[in-house]
Structure formats: C-alpha cells, structure tokens
C-alpha cells in the first residue's frame, strides 16, 4: 500500500445480518468512504475495500469489482451509474 494511504479493509462486513440492518452498515460505508462522518479527523475521502460473497453488496458498494476463483481475479469490472452486467464467465458469478 502507499506510504500514508488511508485504507478501511472490510472483511464480510454485512454477512448474518437481515436486509435492513445491511444498507444500515452499507450506507454508512459509503459515509465513511467519502468522510461524511462528524467524527473523523479529516473530511476527506478514505479507500475502503470490501471483501464480500454477497454480490448484491458488492455491486452496490464498488467502483471496481475483483470476482476471484481458486484464489485468482479470473475477472474485474469498473462500476459505471448504470446497472451492472452479468459476469463474463458463469463460475465467477458463484465465485463473487
């Protein structure tokens, strides 16, 4: 990682929790990505980085998204404002 870079690793942050309490914290992921929050020193933006199965909280919180199998990023995609589209490989849908 670069020398000084602010970076939140999130590991399954919303996994066991019920549709609602997950936008609660996928909402406040994005706060805390973009330093809205009143209690951070610096309202600057922070690189979080998710690792998630749960392709729904994927899609909906990345700007660019690893699928991975077998350990390996078999396929990355850049986020647009549009709606997502289906993995380039079928294993790697599973493997998000």
């Known amino acids: ?15 066991a929790l019920d549709r609602a309490l997950s936008a609660e914290v996928c909402t406040l992921i994005r706060r805390v990505a973009r330093g809205e929050l009143s209690g951070m020193r610096r309202a600057e933006p922070l690189t979080v980085v998710v690792v998630t199965h749960d ?4 899609t909906e919180l990345g700007t660019v998204l690893w699928r991975m199998e077998a350990g ?3 396929e990355a995609e850049v986020q647009s404002t549009s709606t997502p589209s289906a993995p380039a490989r079928p294993s790697a849908h599973a493997a998000v």
């Open 55 to 58: 392709e729904a909280v994927a």
């Open 1 to 15: 990682l670069a020398q000084g870079a602010r970076v939140l690793l999130l590991d399954e942050p919303t996994s």
């Open 72 to 74: 390996a990023v078999v």
